[in-house]
């Protein structure tokens, strides 16, 4: 791939992430005249058009539909579907004739790499992306039998296409470029939404949408927020209660049932901290070898927080902040572990020996 091409691929997916993380309101004129043009394409009128706050607030106006558990494989007629599954069909059609229509155009190894770095640098990160905010938000709601459109969190497979379309000079039909513009301005204007036979529901975009290395996260609030104050609060891409991030007590930690949010909750609380209140036990403190001026601390942990008996090592990280500190962190260990330089060396697949040998940790 040339770098022009490269470049091209960047500005793309650089272009979609910012449809997909929009916070700015939908754009209703724009999200209507698509979703009623791909009512049309599903042979039925347009609907009338309900408009939330939230996808917390259109659960109470969606039904459950049998349309989720559909098999749309070797489909030939839209005609006898009920509405949702007419839509869903549309969808697996136009994305099978694109990629066989592609796959056929670039069926050479050459062009065959060039299409595998393309949905490296486009496709891949946008659904790294957005499939980790939807997981969030669906296991934040009642999802079930409920076949939802994501808007905006459906631009990794749309962009996929576009990015063959404008960097590699695709062609496609114009049915297919119609459909395709469709979906696209959908994407582009509006959050989630549900299409019912009479009424689409749908969704307004976030008020604030935070990620991290395509993760969703925030250490000050929600990751995911609504104007109505549905929210979903993350922790590096984990899914944790708001109390991970508002308000982590040793009290709390200790009553909650998950390890994972267990560990978020002391991460975002700090090492140091949580071992102070919590008034943990040290077992024995070190001079680090593989971090010269810095010491490693070994302490016992409550059953309950790693999930059963374990120590937790404390160290410092080889690199500097960017304000120049040392963050601390801990390193869950084995019980059994009772020297610091072991445990460390433990981490690191290592004797206590071979550990003391090691340049510098970075």
Do not use: K
């Not at 109390?243 to 982590?248: A, F, G, L, R, S």
């Not at 008996?309 to 960017?322: P, T």
């Not at 801990?330 to 433990?346: H, Q, R």
């Amino acid at each position: 791939m040339s770098a022009r091409w490269r470049l091209e691929a960047a500005d793309i997916r650089d272009e979609w992430l910012g449809h997909a993380l929009s916070t700015l309101p939908a754009d209703r004129p724009a999200a209507e005249a698509a979703i009623s043009s791909l009512y049309e394409l599903a042979r039925h009128p347009a609907p009338r058009f309900t408009w939330v706050a939230s996808p917390r607030a259109a659960m109470d106006l969606v039904p459950p539909s049998a349309g989720e558990t559909a098999a749309f494989a070797g489909m030939n007629t839209l005609a006898d579907l009920p509405l949702v599954q007419r839509l869903a069909a549309l969808t697996f059609n136009l994305r099978r004739a694109l990629d066989r229509r592609v796959g056929h155009e670039w069926d050479t190894p050459g062009w065959r790499t060039d299409l595998r770095q393309l949905d490296a640098m486009v496709s891949r990160p946008l659904q790294d992306a957005v499939h980790r905010i939807r997981s969030a938000m669906r296991s934040a709601l009642d999802m079930r039998q409920r076949l939802t459109w994501y808007g905006q969190h459906d631009v990794s497979w749309i962009a996929h296409y576009d990015a063959w379309r404008r960097v590699g000079r695709r062609v496609y039909l114009p049915p297919e470029e119609r459909q395709l513009t469709l979906w696209a301005a959908v994407a582009r204007s509006c959050g989630w939404w549900w299409a019912g036979e009479e009424v689409c529901v749908i969704s307004e975009r976030p008020a604030v949408q935070r990620i991290e290395d395509l993760r969703p996260h925030n250490a000050g609030g929600p990751a995911v927020g609504f104007s109505d104050g549905f929210a979903v609060h993350a922790w590096h891409g984990t899914l944790v209660p708001e109390w991970v991030i508002t308000d982590p007590t040793p009290e709390r930690i200790a009553a909650e049932p998950n390890v994972e949010v267990r560990r978020c909750a002391i991460e975002n609380l700090g090492w140091e901290r949580y071992i102070e209140l919590a008034e943990l036990r040290m077992v024995a403190a070190a001079a680090d070898p593989g971090n010269p001026g810095f010491d490693l601390l070994l302490y016992d942990l409550p059953e309950q927080t790693w999930g059963g008996m374990a120590r937790v090592l404390l160290a410092v990280n080889g690199s500097a902040e960017r304000d120049g500190s040392r963050r601390r962190y801990g390193l869950g260990v084995p019980v059994f572990l009772d020297d610091p330089v072991a445990a460390a060396a433990w981490t690191y697949g290592l004797s206590a020996a071979d550990y003391s040998t090691l340049a510098r940790r970075t």
